[in-house]
């Protein structure tokens, strides 16, 4: 009766979607995963208004190519994004910049570097007073020296010369003639320890210099394309203005010196594309793709009888399913407003989609991206403007105060002429110049377009310099302008949305951005949601199954009461029968 009760039945229902949902869960998570990794390929293809999205721009990436005479390697080259591209420079190294040197000239030169050496005082190095006790060795001292070394700019090192003879020598921290010292100064160098009539460094007096020979330090010098640059450093950055990076301004072009040029030898430095990185970003990109369709497989496989798997617990999911759609729809789609002649869909870089074939561990899954190596070559050589094109978004404005931090899938290339107009100081007034409607005086930015001959003007939620846009074509947008002058700002008809721009929308709207919700995050509530509700029900349920069992326990107690009261009552019958028949015999 408990067993067929329809509490019973219920628990088992959802017992079993409960375990359903865990599986659901569980399949979230390894999407997530694999999506995560899907997005951070993407972002190695798209140009982002983030900074820290930007700076690893596989199509920004520019490398050295170095060429020079017998194979002499006297500097190395590391580019940085934004170095200019196609350029060609000429330098020979005349001197490498060296540390200002002071060596110990005494001849009772350290027997040992741990051996108490008996020396109380203080050494004034640079400025900055050492104390020093008895009990301090060699190497006691230079820990005591090096340890100030940031504010003395000085450090101590100890040369062993054999068992039992140990020299020691100053050096500046950098190199250059701007970080050499005078050891003559005792104003800032002085040895006021005492050993009976002898000092530490000091020889019979507190002026370092007499028992110290100085080397000192020079700056690097080069000639770069003919002309004469000294640099402090052996590692020059400042060539070239600097560009943005998500740590702040970093060098568009950094020259390592090696060696000095005793041969008179110039090392000629060509700066091209690197077209490396993006090919294997490319190969990275459908990497990730294909693992995350082999998850799709497996989320859709189907047994004999066309019946979703067990192990398929998103086969029927919306969120899933309408991903997996996009992205193969987005991928697929020729992108005709970019303007490109040769390069108008992934194909056109040797990227196909085809069907993979089951091997054991993953079953069969379809638009497998499979890549042609020589096809990718050949479209990244010929045709790399074109292929930037069709990844990432793109446009052009007047003025490069103003750029976009985020894109949006809303944008489907309609309008014909985009303008924007700003007042960075108070509302706009009068009309806009192009379409000569008069603006909102409550606004401080507006964005003008025009369509098939109409002109609209909508106004972006404005704050100092960034602009969201909330309607219209660019619903999504959000520009951000750097300068500080009034006016109105052209993008002409510039505009277009790469392919990986898009996916990589898709891939923010299922995982989230900025702190925002995605479709997957909402999912998975909505599952644990239920899973809550469900386990409620569930205790509630199984209380009323302990309650049922009790009461017929209960009524089986009553029952076999009966029996047993009846069982007695037939006893005392049938004993009383007994003795009726003893008396009548």
């Not at 019973?8 to 979607?17: F, G, L, M, V, W």
């Not at 939620?461 to 909330?470: L, P």
């Amino acid at each position: 009766e408990v067993e067929k009760s329809s509490a019973s039945k219920k628990i088992t229902i959802i017992q079993d979607e409960l375990e359903f949902n865990d599986k659901r869960i569980q399949a979230y998570t390894e999407m997530r995963e694999l999506t995560n990794k899907f997005r951070d390929s993407t972002s190695l293809l798209r140009r982002s208004g983030k900074m820290s999205e930007q700076w690893h721009n596989a199509f920004d990436k520019v490398h050295a190519i170095l060429t020079t005479q017998q194979g002499y390697d006297a500097i190395s080259v590391a580019m940085g994004t934004g170095a200019d591209i196609g350029r060609s420079y000429e330098i020979e190294v005349e001197q490498l910049a060296t540390h200002d040197k002071w060596t110990y000239d005494n001849t009772a030169i350290f027997t040992s570097q741990n051996t108490a050496l008996g020396f109380t005082g203080t050494l004034k190095i640079n400025g900055e007073d050492i104390t020093i006790a008895a009990s301090d060795t060699l190497q006691s001292v230079q820990n005591k020296i090096n340890n100030e070394s940031d504010t003395t700019n000085i450090t101590m090192d100890i040369i062993k010369i054999s068992e039992t003879q140990y020299d020691v020598a100053f050096r500046a921290t950098a190199t250059g003639t701007d970080n050499n010292h005078d050891f003559t100064d005792t104003a800032l160098f002085q040895d006021n320890t005492t050993n009976g009539s002898v000092r530490l460094f000091g020889g019979n007096n507190n002026d370092m210099s007499e028992v110290f020979d100085n080397k000192a330090g020079l700056d690097a010098r080069i000639k770069f394309d003919g002309t004469t640059i000294t640099r402090p450093s052996n590692i020059i950055d400042d060539l070239f203005p600097m560009t943005a990076s998500p740590d702040g301004l970093q060098p568009s072009m950094t020259v390592h010196l090696l060696q000095a040029n005793t041969a008179n030898t110039t090392t000629t430095v060509k700066t091209e594309r690197d077209t490396t990185i993006v090919r294997e970003s490319i190969i990275g990109l459908a990497a990730a793709h294909n693992n995350l369709q082999k998850f799709a497989a497996q989320q859709t496989e189907r047994d004999e009888e066309m019946r979703l798997k067990d192990s398929a617990v998103l086969g029927q999911d919306n969120v899933f399913k309408n991903f997996t759609d996009n992205l193969s729809a987005t991928l697929t789609r020729l992108m005709p407003g970019t303007g490109n002649s040769n390069i108008m869909s992934l194909k056109d870089l040797g990227i196909s989609f085809v069907t993979h074939d089951a091997d054991g561990e993953y079953p069969e899954f379809k638009n497998a991206m499979q890549l042609d190596p020589n096809k990718l070559s050949t479209a990244l050589n010929k045709h790399f403007e074109e292929v930037r094109k069709l990844f990432q978004f793109n446009f052009n404005s007047d003025t490069s105060d103003f750029f976009f931090t985020t894109t949006s899938n809303h944008y489907n290339g309609e309008f014909n002429n985009f303008y924007v107009s700003i007042d960075t100081a108070a509302n706009l007034t009068g009309n806009d110049p192009n379409s000569g409607i008069a603006f909102d005086t409550t606004k401080q930015a507006a964005i003008s377009y025009e369509v098939n001959g109409t002109w609209y003007t909508i106004y972006p939620e404005y704050e100092n310099g960034t602009m969201k846009v909330k309607e219209g074509p660019l619903k999504g947008f959000s520009f951000y302008y750097a300068g500080s002058t009034t006016g109105t700002y052209s993008f002409g008809n510039n505009m277009s949305q790469g392919v990986i721009d898009r996916v990589h929308n898709n891939l923010d709207g299922l995982l989230g951005k900025d702190f925002e919700k995605g479709t997957m995050r909402t999912a998975t509530e909505a599952i644990a949601k239920e899973k809550t509700e469900r386990n409620a029900e569930l205790k509630s349920l199984q209380a009323q199954v302990v309650k049922i069992r009790q009461q017929a326990r209960a009524k089986l107690a009553r029952i076999f009461a009966q029996i047993e009261q009846a069982e007695m009552s037939k006893q005392q019958l049938l004993a009383m029968a007994d003795e009726r028949a003893a008396m009548r015999a």
